[in-house]
């Protein structure tokens, strides 16, 4: 039985502003001969083919697209109210919709309890409140209350029906109100609670040897977040309109945030970023749930208050000396979490957000235990020493601070701390967890993160985002910020760039004719032939996309004439196109000449890229693939174990890479399997 064939992966090449510079130029004087007899003595494959013609795309006509945000919750809750009636409608009023969004900006109606419940499970990113009014069933609440996300649950009864006796039996429901107003008093205390109390943290294993996979994804994100806090922190930008007008549409429905908002756009000031930050508004909560949850869109809008945050934190620091300093910080840590910190003593443990402390330990204390009756968390005090300075600013804040009282020290977001140890305190029904600040990570994932950041230091701040996230496999996320960058910029060489780079993004959404156009734009704009190679390079991986091979051939030729006639060759392209072409030859049938081009492509990768680059996975793909067609499955095992560990090192989680290079894998591995039983 004949197993499936693995898919090979082609690489297409992102135009960076340092292509310009470079002077290189195609001499068009060349005769057709001459430039045949140049490449193939550089050791390049030659199809001997017409040039190619100008790119016919099959939009002809200009498109205008529009960056669209795709942000739909912006805080850590979700209140959902579940109306049941004999006539199965919502007789939830608008008045009373209105007077919960001024509590929890994102409120959910219901009639039907499956859609609820359904909507329910969908919830990833947020803490669940539930106001159930009407005919409240008991198997509705025995459906939903070990829902993970839900926190509360409050029985509605304002025409004061007799109370049902099986409400005891689930600690969720907080209480029967027959006054909104009285429910609103009880939830606007347990929100602020959650808002207060939750924390994302990332636990890295001590040991790598039991779980590789969840260990790598958990840094490598982290990785990514340091990239994002970078791009943040490099370019100066003042321009905090777009801020605004998001937050006026997010909060329209809330008449103290619209207030919070006129009086920013009227007095704020780089100065008094950690006095807004400390409001008792939504500007904390919508930040660090953006960074907790990595809603990159929301974060490029809160990118200036960001940076200023983070600044005026690092300006306080440098005034006064934290060593030997402890911090105290109260948490509710969901079971699930605790029990993984307490196998990992020795380990670091990691978060993206901005950290609030305290250096008075009862006040953190008073944030520790979890709501009575609540079973699914265990009460956390963290106790943090700070022994030095590392490259994340923590500050005494509370002379900038809406709560002086709190006694607040505040890190700047992507600290790591080192876990020394975990003691129960019975008396207090507490555990105490001691960390140490530290600025230990892993030196490989560093090395990517500083090679990734040198092509994402443009002046305009939409096309590093715009990378980062094409980078991290967010294609509609990509394709927003490139489109703003076009809206943006006005250099024709540049705008080249873009148009290529939002090619590359339309033809991983399979938008292949749009891509096309997009291609066309870009070699219209761009006068230097050097800088065309890499678009020919892609309209070919485009082209194999289609299953077009003549075509894809056509322009994988054109950007290898280029090329080879540069006096300072592009490396990183020249590997690119090889390892392409490596997969040409494999179609067709010339298997000895396409593990030469993997090698080579390899020998140049290993040496210009960090060594868990994901390009370098993608040569060993193909290697892999090689070796399969060669009938070598022990190889092509060996190749594609080595693609797919590079990729869980260097790309978030179920990244489409990662995913085809470990199907290639399984492939492989029934290749093998089939090849050794025949042998018996």
Not at 85 to 106: A, F, W
Not at 277 to 304: G, P
Request: proline content about 4%.
């Amino acid at each position: 039985m004949a197993t499936e064939r693995p898919k090979t992966g082609y690489q297409v090449a992102t135009s960076d502003w340092q292509i310009f510079t470079n002077n290189g130029r195609f001499d068009n004087k060349l005769p057709p001969s001459q430039r045949l007899i140049r490449a193939k003595s550089a050791g390049y494959k030659v199809f001997v083919l017409p040039i190619p013609k100008p790119v016919k795309p099959k939009h002809t006509k200009p498109i205008t697209e529009k960056a669209q945000p795709q942000v739909d919750n912006v805080e850590n809750c979700v209140l959902v109210w579940l109306h049941q009636s004999m006539d199965g409608k919502s007789k939830v009023s608008q008045e009373s919709k209105t007077q919960l969004q001024q509590i929890v900006n994102s409120v959910k109606i219901f009639a039907d309890p499956t859609e609820c419940q359904r909507f329910m499970s969908s919830v990833r990113d947020e803490k669940i409140f539930v106001i159930l009014s009407g005919a409240v069933e008991e198997n509705f609440v025995s459906n939903i209350h070990e829902e993970k996300q839900l926190e509360s649950i409050y029985v509605y009864n304002p025409n004061k029906v007799k109370e049902e006796s099986w409400y005891s039996q689930y600690p969720e429901i907080r209480g029967i109100y027959t006054t909104l107003v009285s429910l609103c008093e009880q939830l606007g205390k347990d929100v602020k609670y959650i808002d207060s109390t939750l924390l994302s943290f990332e636990i890295m294993e001590k040991s790598l040897s039991k779980n590789l996979s969840k260990q790598s994804q958990q840094e490598v994100m982290f990785m990514y977040d340091q990239l994002f806090r970078d791009i943040v922190l490099k370019v100066p930008d003042e321009n905090m309109e777009d801020m605004y007008e998001f937050c006026e549409e997010k909060y329209r429905k809330n008449e103290d945030a619209q207030t919070f908002i006129k009086q920013l756009r009227k007095t704020y000031t780089a100065n008094e970023a950690i006095w807004c930050y400390t409001q008792d508004q939504f500007l904390y909560r919508m930040l660090n749930k953006a960074l907790r949850t990595h809603q990159y869109d929301t974060l490029y809008l809160l990118r200036v208050f960001i940076r200023h945050l983070h600044e005026q934190i690092a300006k306080i620091q440098a005034t006064e000396s934290i060593a030997g300093k402890k911090l105290y910080r109260g948490l509710p840590m969901d079971n699930e979490d605790f029990e993984q910190l307490k196998k990992n003593k020795g380990g670091l443990l990691s978060t993206s957000m901005f950290l609030s402390t305290s250096v008075d330990r009862e006040v953190a204390l008073g944030f520790a235990k979890p709501p009575p009756g609540n079973n699914k968390k265990v009460g956390v005090l963290m106790e943090i020493t700070v022994e030095k300075n590392t490259g994340v600013p923590v500050a005494n804040i509370a002379a900038n601070s809406q709560f002086k009282n709190e006694k607040e020290w505040l890190f700047s977001m992507g600290s790591v701390f080192r876990i020394n140890s975990l003691e129960h305190l019975s008396n207090e029904g507490i555990w105490v967890v001691s960390l140490t600040l530290t600025d230990e990570h892993d030196q490989r994932l560093t090395a990517l993160k500083e090679h990734f950041k040198k092509s994402m230091e443009n002046s305009n701040n939409c096309l590093n985002f715009a990378k980062l996230m094409y980078q991290l496999a967010a294609w509609k996320k990509s394709e927003y910020f490139y489109l703003m960058a076009l809206q943006m910029e006005t250099s024709p060489q540049l705008r080249s760039v873009l148009y290529n780079n939002l090619a590359m993004v339309k033809g991983e959404l399979q938008q292949y004719g749009i891509a096309l156009h997009y291609y066309n734009e870009s070699l219209t704009l761009e006068d230097r032939v050097s800088s065309k190679a890499t678009t020919y390079n892609n309209i070919a991986t485009l082209y194999r996309k289609q299953k077009k091979m003549d075509k894809a051939i056509e322009y994988f030729q054109k950007a290898i004439e280029i090329c080879d006639t540069e006096e300072t060759k592009d490396e990183e392209l020249v590997a690119i196109l090889h390892t392409n072409i490596s997969s040409i030859l494999n179609d067709q049938g010339k298997h000895d000449e396409a593990l030469q081009k993997c090698h080579e492509a390899l020998a140049i990768q290993t040496r210009i890229f960090p060594e868990i680059h994901p390009s370098i996975a993608c040569t060993y793909s193909s290697l892999a693939n090689t070796m399969s067609h060669k009938k070598l499955y022990t190889k092509a095992v060996e190749y594609a174990e080595k693609a797919f560990n590079i990729d869980q090192q260097s790309l978030p989680p179920e990244h489409p890479q990662t995913l085809l290079h470990k199907n290639n894998l399984e492939i492989y591995k029934q290749q093998l399997e089939q090849h050794q039983q025949s042998d018996k």
